[in-house]
C-alpha cells in the first residue's frame, strides 16, 4: 500500500461508508491484510466491505481508533489506568444485542483485546442471571428430563432450574 | 430484544462461560445437558482457572484463634474485601470426632492445609493416624486419598501442580528419628496411585515439616541438613525442591544470613523466581523488618548453579510480624498475638513500603487460593 494514504474508507453490511485511520485498522488482522493487499490510493475505487453491521461498526472504531496509539507504541502505567477506565465506560452499553453483536464482530475481526473486554463484560452481565433468562438469551430448550432435574439438584444444592 | 439476539458460535459461548464465577455456573449447568457436560471437559476446567487465576486471586486466612476444629477460614479478595469462607462444613463433619494434632507451633495451617491452583490438599489425624484429603470448597467435593504403599504414623507433606503433565502430586516424607526423611512416595491424581521414589540425594535431610511451598511445577521445602564439612556449625539450612513432572529431588544452598537461627523464614516467589522471606529482629531492638532473597538459576556450567540476591528490606516494624507469603505486590504478614492482644493481618506494600492493616484477626494461617472446577470431572480416583 501506499505509504500516503492515513486513513482508509470501509464499508458496513448495511452499505454505509466509514472512515478508519490505518493505525487503528491495523488493530484488526483481516482489516490488516486488506491494508498489505489492497491499493489504497486515492485512484483506485474498490471499497472493501467488512460484514458487521453499521451501528456496531461504529462502536468497533471507536474503540480502534482509541486504542491505536497505546498498540503502536506502548504505554505508561497511568495510561494503562486511563484506558481501563475508558473501557469500562465503553462497554456500557445498557442494550445487550450491541453488546453481543460486538462480541461477533470482534471475534469476525480477529480482535483480541475487544474480545477479551466483551466476553468479560457479557459474563459480569450474566453472573446474576437466572437459568431462564440464559436460556432466553441463548435460545436454549431445557433437555433435563425431571429425574436428572432432581438428581442434579441433590448433587449441587447450589443450582435451581427456574 | 431477544429476537434480534444473533445465534452465537459455541466458541464464544465457551469464551464468556469460562470467564464466569464457579457460583454462577455450578447454577448455570442446569441450562441443558451439553452446559452441563462442557464444564466437566478437562478444557473447560483448566481454561476457567487460568481466567480464575488472573481476574480473582484469593486469599485464605484462618481466623480460627483456638486451633480447633470447626474451622473458620475466611477469604480475602482483590478489592480488599473479607469474606466467610464457605462450605467448610463438609470438611467439618469429616473431621468431627477426630484428634487433632494441636500442639499448636506444630499446628500452623501450612502443616496441614495446603492449596495449589484451586486444589486444597488436607492433613487431620485419626486414632494417631494421619489421613489425607483432596478438596474444592467452590463445587463442594471432597475426596479421600488411599492409603499410600507404606503407612507410617507421621508424616511430612507437600501438595503441588504442574502444568507440563496438567497433574496434581501429593508427595509424602516418611520420618524416622529426629526428623531425617528415609523414604518418600508421590500420589498423582491423574493415576490415584502411590508411587515410591529415590531420595538418595536427601540423606542426611531434616526437618522438613515447616511450610511446603508450591510454585511453578515444582515443590519446596526448607530443610536442614547434618553438615560434616562445616565445623563451626553442626547443622546447614537448605531448600528440598521436587520437580512434579520429572519427580525428583534438587537440594538448593540458602543464601548466607547474618542471623539465619533467629529469624522467621518463608517460601514465596517473586516477579517469576523463587523467593525467601526473612523477617527478623534488627539487633534485638524490638523492631522487626523483612528481607526479600531472589533465586538465580545459571545455566553456565563454570560457575555456580545457585545464586541469590537480597532485592528488598521493608521498613522497622513495632510489632513482632512475620512474613508469610507474597500476594499480588504485597508481603503478607501476620502479627503474633501479644500480651492480650489478638493476632492479626497485615500487608506490607512493595512499592510504598507502608504497613497497612486488614480487617481479620488470624493465627498463623495463610494460603493463596482461586476459585476452580477442579474435580467437577469425575475422571479421578
Not at chain 2, 110 to 135: A, E, M, P
Amino acid at each position: 500500500m501506499s505509504s500516503s494514504v492515513e486513513a482508509i474508507t470501509v464499508l458496513s453490511s448495511d452499505g454505509d461508508e466509514f472512515k478508519i485511520t490505518v493505525s487503528a485498522a491495523k488493530l484488526s488482522k483481516p482489516l490488516n491484510w486488506m491494508l498489505e493487499d489492497v491499493c489504497f490510493s486515492d485512484d483506485c475505487d474498490e471499497v472493501p466491505t467488512i460484514e458487521v453491521n453499521s451501528k456496531t461498526l461504529v462502536k468497533v472504531i471507536e474503540y480502534c481508533e482509541k486504542h491505536a496509539p497505546r498498540a503502536n507504541s506502548g504505554a505508561s502505567d497511568s495510561d494503562a489506568e486511563e484506558l481501563k477506565k475508558w473501557d469500562i465506560e465503553f462497554m456500557k452499553m445498557d442494550v445487550k444485542d450491541i453488546l453481543f453483536h460486538i462480541l461477533m464482530a470482534a471475534n469476525y475481526l480477529h480482535m483480541e483485546g475487544l474480545y477479551d473486554l466483551a466476553c468479560q463484560t457479557a459474563a459480569d452481565l450474566m453472573k446474576g442471571m437466572t437459568v431462564s433468562q440464559i436460556r432466553k438469551i441463548f435460545h436454549i430448550k431445557n433437555d433435563f428430563s425431571s429425574e436428572e432435574q432432581e438428581q442434579l439438584r441433590r448433587q449441587h444444592p447450589g443450582c435451581s432450574f427456574d | 430484544m431477544e429476537k434480534d439476539m444473533p445465534i452465537f458460535p459455541q466458541e464464544i459461548i465457551t469464551s464468556i462461560l469460562v470467564r464466569l464465577p464457579v457460583k454462577s455456573l455450578i447454577r448455570f449447568q442446569c441450562v441443558c445437558k451439553s452446559w452441563k457436560n462442557l464444564f466437566r471437559t478437562p478444557s473447560f476446567i483448566a481454561e476457567h482457572l487460568h481466567h480464575s487465576t488472573r481476574q480473582n486471586p484469593l486469599l485464605i486466612v484462618d481466623s480460627d484463634v483456638s486451633g480447633c476444629i470447626p474451622w473458620r477460614l475466611c477469604l480475602l479478595n482483590c478489592e480488599m474485601e473479607v469474606s466467610e469462607f464457605e462450605n467448610t462444613h463438609i470438611i467439618d463433619s469429616l473431621m468431627s470426632g477426630c484428634f487433632y494434632c494441636c500442639n499448636h507451633m506444630l499446628c500452623k495451617m501450612s502443616g496441614w492445609l495446603y492449596s495449589s491452583n484451586g486444589l486444597l490438599c488436607v492433613k487431620f489425624s485419626r486414632n494417631s493416624q494421619d489421613h489425607l484429603w483432596l478438596w474444592n470448597p467452590s463445587i463442594r467435593v471432597v475426596r479421600q486419598v488411599p492409603e499410600s504403599l507404606n503407612e507410617p504414623k507421621y508424616f511430612s507433606v507437600g501438595f503441588g501442580f504442574s502444568p507440563i503433565i496438567d497433574d496434581y502430586k501429593i508427595v509424602k516424607f516418611f520420618l524416622a528419628g529426629f526428623s531425617v526423611v528415609v523414604q518418600a512416595e508421590v500420589y498423582s491424581l491423574r493415576t490415584g496411585l502411590w508411587r515410591k521414589v529415590e531420595v538418595g540425594n536427601l540423606e542426611g535431610v531434616y526437618d522438613l515439616g515447616c511450610g511446603a511451598f508450591s510454585w511453578n511445577g515444582a515443590i519446596f521445602w526448607i530443610g536442614e541438613k547434618k553438615d560434616v564439612e562445616v565445623h563451626n556449625k553442626s547443622h546447614l539450612e537448605l531448600i528440598v525442591s521436587f520437580d512434579i513432572a520429572g519427580e525428583v529431588f534438587t537440594l538448593i544452598p540458602f543464601p548466607t544470613l547474618n542471623s539465619a537461627d533467629s529469624c522467621y523464614k518463608r517460601l514465596a516467589s517473586f516477579e517469576n523466581k523463587l523467593a525467601l522471606l526473612f523477617t527478623s529482629d534488627i539487633e534485638n531492638s524490638g523492631s522487626w523488618a523483612i528481607d526479600l532473597w531472589v533465586l538465580e538459576e545459571c545455566t553456565d556450567p563454570s560457575r555456580e548453579r545457585w545464586s541469590w540476591a537480597k532485592i528488598y528490606t521493608s521498613t522497622p516494624n513495632p510489632c513482632w510480624i512475620c512474613a508469610e507469603i507474597i500476594w499480588r505486590n504485597e508481603i503478607v504478614c501476620l502479627v503474633e498475638a501479644f500480651e492480650g492482644e489478638e493476632g492479626k493481618v497485615v500487608l506490607c506494600n512493595l512499592t510504598t513500603n507502608e504497613f497497612k492493616p486488614f480487617g481479620c484477626s488470624s493465627r498463623p494461617g495463610i494460603l493463596e487460593y482461586v476459585e476452580s472446577l477442579v474435580l467437577l470431572d469425575n475422571i479421578h480416583v
